[in-house]
């Protein structure tokens, strides 16, 4: 267990539709990114929160978005869902704003059908 | 910008054989350097990290991996190899400039294939 928790850990749903993917970061870590795993992009950055505020943007769709809690959780909303928004989407978090190799969750597998 | 190229999308060798896993970077400014494994149907777990200091860096579960800043390389290497390394490996380079985010970089991968 690395801290690191995401649910659910596999969706599946249709395309059009909207789903939200929930992450909890280690306790004491204030910072949180966002990752998608594909077979043709591969990882990529969506996005990153630190202390509640968006702090830096990636490759992250329109239809996408995210937000940081007072209690530091995360969610990520994908909205009107194609079906290349299948993959693997991680959480990480750090302590700092900076990184410097940060734990990531086990992933939500997204299946768009 | 920053791009990183992992050299061989797999890598096969026996068990208890050495491997070396390559990695190259590319990028204007200097930078932070990751090796993380993925296990099948797992999250990524770092094995190692490069951030200042000495160019060679021991990780986890016995690998190591050296910086060599005028090749631009950050090779991934295990003097022995166990059925239990079978997994993919990223390497990955972050910004060291004042302001920089932590956002990380990741090559595409290599497949690590242990055979008995």
């Known amino acids: 267990d690395s801290g690191v928790t995401q649910t659910p850990k596999h969706l599946i749903t249709a395309t059009g539709q909207r789903v939200t993917l929930r992450c909890s970061p280690r306790?004491?870590?204030?910072?949180v990114y966002w990752y998608q795993q594909s077979l043709d992009q591969g990882l990529q950055f969506l996005i990153q929160y630190y202390n509640g505020e968006e702090r830096a943007k990636g490759n992250i769709l329109e239809r996408f978005s995210a937000q940081q809690f007072p209690d530091l959780h995360s969610e990520l909303n994908l909205s009107s869902l194609e079906l290349g928004d299948s993959a693997l989407y991680f959480c990480?978090?750090?302590?700092?704003?900076?990184?410097?190799?940060?734990?990531f969750g086990s992933g939500t597998r997204l299946t768009v059908v | 910008a920053q791009s990183v190229t992992q050299l061989d999308s797999q890598v096969p060798v026996f068990e208890e054989a050495p491997v070396e896993l390559r990695c190259n970077y590319s990028s204007s400014v200097s930078v932070y350097l990751f090796w993380y494994v993925q296990y099948p149907n797992q999250g990524l777990q770092l094995l190692l990290k490069y951030l200042s200091g000495s160019t060679l860096v021991k990780g986890i579960n016995g690998f190591e991996a050296e910086f060599n800043k005028s090749q631009t390389s950050f090779h991934l290497r295990k003097p022995s190899v166990h059925i239990s390394d079978t997994a993919e490996y990223f390497c990955?380079?972050?910004?060291?400039?004042?302001?920089?985010?932590?956002?990380?970089?990741f090559g595409q991968g290599t497949t690590l294939q242990v055979k008995p």
């Open positions: 990955a380079v972050s910004d060291t400039r004042p302001g920089n985010t932590g956002k990380l970089i």
């Open positions: 306790s004491g870590d204030l910072s």
């Open positions: 990480a978090s750090s302590v700092g704003e900076n990184g410097g190799g940060y734990t």
